[in-house]
T-cell receptor
Framework: KAGVTQTPRYLIKTRGQQVTLSCSPISGHRSVSWYQQTPGQGLQFLFEYFSETQRNKGNFPGRFSGRQFSNSRSEMNVSTLELGDSALYLC??????????????FGQGTRLTVV | LAKTTQPISMDSYEGQEVNITCSHNNIATNDYITWYQQFPSQGPRFIIQGYKTKVTNEVASLFIPADRKSSTLSLPRVSLSDTAVYYCLVGDRAGANNLFFGTGTRLTVIP
């Protein structure tokens, strides 16, 4: 079956702009989580959506937001971009939220560069 | 979430067995131990998960002692394509929900 699909793969934006990233989870998966990965901070959890509801949120400013649609596809938005937002943004899907013994499947990520 | 400690990096020659140990002294009763592999510019990939004793799949083995305060990922006969960062995660939420990846171990396989 198809894996987690993230679009676009690469993106260049200017400081102050906003950006929307998209994630299509594996068919049947209802939990979608977003992570930011930078060389300095490593992989950091942004937020998780399950059945269109945000279930958990990491320690990121309000400029980072997301949503999930009824078909489980998810988008994340970053407003007023800063240079420090340059990172690889990863989306992961799993069958359930907090299900013990469930593995997470990650997409290839979107490489965002803010100039 | 229990904090984990892993070596920052390891080198190994092709064909050797590699063991990466992870410390998790504060592991809770409901916590599972999960290992992920990540190649550059790609998302992490699930390798193996266990609760206690030994788990083996087609790519790796996971050894967990009785006190569960540490675990060892064993990769048999590594090849150049096993060069990657390996993350040890501990938690009762083994799905994508709020996984804490830590710094991981960068494994370099040498020809």
């Amino acid at each position: 079956k198809a894996g987690v699909t993230q679009t676009p793969r690469y993106l260049i934006k200017t400081r102050g702009q906003q950006v929307t990233l998209s994630c299509s989870p594996i068919s049947g998966h209802r939990s979608v989580s977003w992570y930011q990965q930078t060389p300095g901070q490593g992989l950091q959890f942004l937020f998780e959506y399950f059945s269109e509801t945000q279930r958990n949120k990491g320690n990121f400013p309000g400029r980072f937001s997301g949503r999930q649609f009824s078909n489980s596809r998810s988008e994340m938005n970053v407003s007023t971009l800063e240079l420090g937002d340059s990172a690889l943004y990863l989306c992961a899907s799993s069958l359930g939220s907090g299900a013990i013994g469930t593995e997470a499947f990650f997409g290839q990520g979107t490489r965002l560069t803010v100039v | 979430l229990a904090k984990t400690t892993q070596p920052i990096s390891m080198d190994s020659y092709e064909g050797q067995e590699v063991n990466i140990t992870c410390s998790h002294n504060n592991i809770a009763t409901n916590d599972y131990i999960t290992w992920y592999q990540q190649f550059p510019s790609q998302g992490p990939r699930f390798i193996i998960q266990g609760y206690k004793t030994k788990v083996t799949n087609e790519v790796a083995s996971l050894f967990i002692p009785a006190d569960r305060k540490s675990s060892t990922l064993s990769l048999p006969r590594v090849s150049l394509s096993d060069t990657a960062v390996y993350y040890c995660l501990v938690g009762d939420r083994a799905g994508a929900n709020n996984l804490f990846f830590g710094t991981g171990t960068r494994l370099t396989v040498i020809p």
